[in-house]
């Protein structure tokens, strides 16, 4: 008789049946930790102090992943989610925790991890800084909308990606986007369902700036002209500075008509920006690169980071990372120099103009890929203050420079508080010390967790 091949289940995988389990805490991520025969089992939609009702999605040797069936008995903590996508669009994975007990969450586990993965001793309350913390709901200025085309129903669906998922969930408002980009999704979506190229589009940008919201349209070929009409149609009734991008990034100003003229005298597309240092510096940016989606917060994290650092006269002060001058721009106004290095090019430019349009002219830019070899970058040398502001994966590299730098404080801000406890093992290692760790409350109603941290130099 033939034999066929077979494969084994994959019991990791294999639904468990349903079982009983008491939540004792969260971890970083915003999943409830539970325990089961000697196993964690980390369980997502679960709150501490909490029974609920779970199933086994993976299992492994030391532990566990579950979904949530019910809630047997609820913490106090636990509210009604305020967002009618939740669970379904991919975002804001803590609704259902109360904003209060959120802050206090992601403050226990910040200390905790660097605590932990850090060579640091357990931190003292007197370093703990008060959190950072601004509105829960519509603090975004901000937010890249998704578009799908279905050939069978010829609708495109706008909105955000599903979690885990590349499957497109359609909305009609976002609550913790600012409302007046929220209002326009609905009317937005629409309009772009009745143009004939609608299946060439990509995803949108929105932006709410100091000088009005604008919006990017991805485009992968060029729209007809009855396209163009109904769209600058669109944007004019809805006083929305309106862009094209094409698949090389370049941008075409739909709306408003009136070409803009640069200091050259060339026509350019009219930039968002805002404002910071109590409305002293103003800091442009492109549609499509990095700013900080919370406005409000990004101006007390900035007014946080120079009162740590505590700039003089005649300092110099190295900004890393530093975007198109987030920081470097307000630094600027109280030190003698202040030196920004980025590795993107088109923020460094945008950086120098910036300046420019500040009038000042005691801060420089530079580009550098700050993962490489530094050695030779004429701007590495000593210091009298760093700030650095990574990206998820963090600064370690740019830390073996510091024996070269040896700066007499640092102030670190970050997005990932394991990257930051990794890279606090640097610091600590040569010779500084916490002064000061607080949280950042970036993203309510989610599980990131931005941080500051300022390290001092041990004398």
């Known amino acids: 008789?033939?034999?066929?091949?077979?494969?084994?289940?994959?019991?990791?995988?294999?639904?468990?049946?349903?079982?009983?389990?008491?939540?004792?805490?969260?971890?970083?991520?915003?999943?409830?930790?539970?325990?089961?025969?000697?196993?964690?089992?980390f369980i997502p939609g679960v709150l501490p102090g909490e029974t609920a009702t779970v199933q086994f999605v993976e299992q492994k040797k030391s532990y566990a992943k579950a979904k949530l069936i019910t809630i047997e008995s609820a913490s106090a903590n636990r509210i009604k989610p305020h967002c009618p996508h939740y669970q379904q669009c991919g975002g804001c994975d803590l609704q259902h925790m109360d904003t209060n007990a959120?802050?206090?969450?992601?403050?226990?586990?910040?200390?905790?991890?660097?605590?932990?993965?850090?060579?640091a001793k357990a931190i003292d309350a007197d370093i703990i800084a008060d959190p950072?913390?601004?509105?829960?709901?519509?603090?975004?200025?901000?937010?890249?909308?998704?578009?799908?085309?279905?050939?069978?129903?010829?609708?495109?669906?706008?909105?955000?990606?599903?979690?885990?998922?590349?499957?497109?969930?359609?909305?009609?408002?976002c609550p913790v986007l600012s409302e007046s980009l929220s209002a326009l999704i609905t009317p937005l979506a629409a309009n772009l369902n009745q143009l004939k190229a609608k299946a060439s589009l990509g995803h949108v940008e929105l932006t709410q700036a100091?000088?009005?919201n604008f919006a990017v349209l991805r485009v992968t070929k060029v729209l007809p002209a009855s396209d163009i009409r109904w769209l600058t149609g669109f944007a004019e009734k809805h006083q929305l500075n309106l862009l094209l991008q094409d698949d090389a990034g370049q941008l075409t100003q739909l709306f408003p008509l009136l070409p803009v003229v640069d200091a050259a005298g060339d026509e350019a597309v009219a930039l968002p920006y805002y404002h910071l240092a109590q409305e002293a510096v103003r800091c442009s940016f492109t549609p499509g690169n990095f700013v900080q989606v919370n406005g409000a917060i990004n101006q007390a994290m900035v007014d946080q980071a120079i009162e740590w650092l505590d700039p003089q006269p005649g300092e110099r002060i190295l900004d890393l990372f530093c975007g198109v001058g987030n920081f470097s721009l307000p630094?600027?106004?109280?030190?003698?120099?202040?030196?920004?290095?980025?590795?993107?090019?088109?923020?460094?430019?945008?950086?120098?103009?910036?300046?420019?349009?500040?009038?000042?002219?005691?801060?420089?830019?530079?580009?550098?890929?700050?993962?490489a070899d530094l050695s030779t970058q004429t701007w590495l040398g000593k210091i009298?203050?760093?700030?650095?502001?990574?990206?998820?994966a963090g600064a370690f590299e740019s830390l073996q420079w510091l024996q070269k730098m040896q700066p007499k404080k640092?102030?670190?801000?970050?997005?990932?508080?394991?990257?930051?406890?990794?890279?606090?093992?640097?610091?600590?290692?040569?010779?500084?010390?916490?002064?000061?760790?607080?949280?950042?409350?970036?993203?309510?109603?989610?599980?990131?967790?931005?941080?500051?941290?300022?390290?001092?130099?041990?004398?």
């Open 384 to 392: 009298d203050k760093l700030l650095l502001d990574p990206a998820r």
């Open 410 to 459: 640092v102030v670190y801000v970050s997005c990932n508080p394991a990257s930051l406890a990794r890279d606090s093992s640097v610091l600590l290692a040569s010779g500084y010390r916490i002064a000061q760790v607080g949280l950042v409350d970036m993203f309510p109603q989610t599980h990131h967790i931005e941080a500051m941290v300022l390290f001092e130099l041990n004398i």
């Open 210 to 212: 100091d000088n009005g």
């Open 331 to 371: 630094l600027a106004l109280k030190a003698a120099e202040v030196i920004g290095v980025e590795g993107v090019p088109e923020m460094v430019q945008q950086a120098k103009q910036n300046a420019v349009d500040n009038q000042l002219d005691n801060v420089t830019f530079y580009h550098a890929d700050l993962s």
């Open 132 to 173: 950072i913390v601004g509105e829960a709901w519509h603090y975004r200025r901000r937010a890249r909308l998704a578009t799908l085309f279905d050939k069978n129903t010829q609708r495109l669906q706008l909105g955000f990606r599903a979690g885990n998922s590349n499957k497109i969930v359609s909305i009609q408002q």
């Open 102 to 119: 959120q802050r206090e969450h992601k403050q226990t586990a910040l200390v905790d991890l660097i605590s932990k993965l850090s060579s």
């Open 1 to 41: 008789m033939a034999q066929f091949f077979q494969a084994k289940p994959n019991k990791s995988k294999q639904l468990s049946a349903k079982l009983s389990l008491s939540v004792t805490q969260l971890d970083h991520l915003g999943a409830g930790i539970a325990q089961h025969q000697g196993k964690i089992v």
